[in-house]
């Protein structure tokens, strides 16, 4: 699978953007989708992820509350709704897919065999 990322840009703190991650293969609703990001120097790391069925999402605690991921398995896609965005949000941001990841190992990069080229998201102050 295929994954290509978009949506990322400059905006003010308090503002909103949406993330799109568009994904190429029949196998869509098979996968585990998660959102990553990473600024220079630092690990990557997990913003949320959403299981198979839709149903089940979960968010790394500084974006829970604020940020929202959701799949719409017909037009092979994902979504992060960023809202109340903050300066310490900036960083690049990542699609990532998996269909092996279960609860335990959601927020592990490792646990990934796919990923998007990423997307920038700069919040400014």
């Known amino acids: 699978v295929q994954l290509q990322a978009s949506g990322g840009g400059l905006v003010q703190g308090g503002g909103s953007l949406r993330l799109s991650c568009a994904a190429s293969?029949?196998?869509?609703?098979?996968?585990?989708w998660s959102w990553f990001r990473q600024v220079p120097g630092r690990e990557r790391e997990f913003v949320a992820g959403?299981?198979?069925?839709?149903?089940?999402?979960y968010y790394a605690d500084s974006v829970k509350g604020r940020f929202t991921i959701s799949r719409d398995n017909s037009k092979n896609m994902v979504y992060l709704q960023m809202n109340s965005l903050k300066p310490e949000d900036t960083a690049v941001y990542y699609c990532?897919?998996?269909?092996?990841?279960?609860?335990?190992?959601?927020?592990?990069?490792?646990?990934?065999?796919?990923w998007g080229q990423g997307t920038l998201v700069t919040v400014s102050s």
């Open positions: 959403i299981f198979r069925s839709g149903d089940n999402t």
């Open positions: 990532a897919a998996s269909t092996s990841v279960i609860l335990s190992t959601i927020s592990r990069s490792t646990a990934y065999g796919y």
């Open positions: 293969g029949r196998t869509f609703g098979r996968y585990t």
